[in-house]
């Protein structure tokens, strides 16, 4: 019963602060009902597919830098997971993949040429199911567990942001709220994991430690 209150108020905040940062944002843009950049469509499916993407040739000097393959991943080099929260280590290439998905949307949306919702809608998919692979590598139960909690965590909010914005192109963010929000949901949640894990004594510094060693 105690865990399902605490569920529940988890759920409850993590609404409340969506719904917040919906409400004081710019609205989003309407989505491109023009041709799409072939070019950015087929970087984008062959990003989300095992399939080896062909870099436009002009992707460089339009977007400034040139990608690189991180950790067998396609990804722009200088990108991370663009939080002050602290998230597991394991997610750094997974983000760098994603920072690359968004640049190629971008890229498409700078010819004059957006890409669909679909496209965002793939890369963000992908992020999730790699975070959710990469905490699969811990081989201790409780880290696993805290760490595809903030996997979870992680995803919902990157999706809550993207279908706010209408899943077009990413424009400037006021990723603090959102960040906050995570956080708070991630203790809650964690502690909620905690009771059913181990014994209240289990300190919970320690479990967020393992959550993000």
Not at 19 to 37: D, F, K
Request: proline fraction near 7%.
């Amino acid at each position: 019963m105690r865990r399902t209150v605490w569920t529940n108020r988890a759920v409850a905040a993590a609404a409340i602060l969506t719904v917040a940062s919906a409400a004081l944002a710019p609205a989003a843009s309407a989505a491109g009902t023009g041709p799409e950049s072939a070019q950015a469509r087929n970087m984008i499916a062959a990003l989300t597919t095992d399939a080896a993407p062909v870099i436009p040739a002009d992707f460089e000097s339009v977007i400034g830098y040139r990608p690189t393959v991180v950790d067998g991943f396609l990804a722009n080099p200088d990108g991370d997971c663009s939080s002050p929260v602290t998230l597991p280590a394991e997610f750094d290439s997974a983000c760098k993949a994603h920072d690359l998905g968004y640049d190629v949307l971008r890229y498409a949306d700078r010819a004059g040429e957006p890409l669909g919702p679909w496209a965002r809608q793939a890369i963000d998919a992908q992020l999730g199911t790699r975070m959710h692979d990469a905490c699969g590598s811990r081989s201790d139960s409780v880290a696993r567990a805290g760490c595809s909690t903030m996997a979870d965590i992680a995803i919902g909010f990157v999706d809550a942001n993207s279908w706010r914005q209408g899943y077009v192109t990413p424009g400037p963010e006021p990723v603090g709220i959102y960040c906050a929000a995570a956080l708070f949901v991630g203790i809650l949640l964690i502690g909620v994991g905690m009771l059913h894990w181990r014994p209240r004594t289990f300190a919970l510094g320690q479990l967020l430690r393992e959550a993000v060693a």
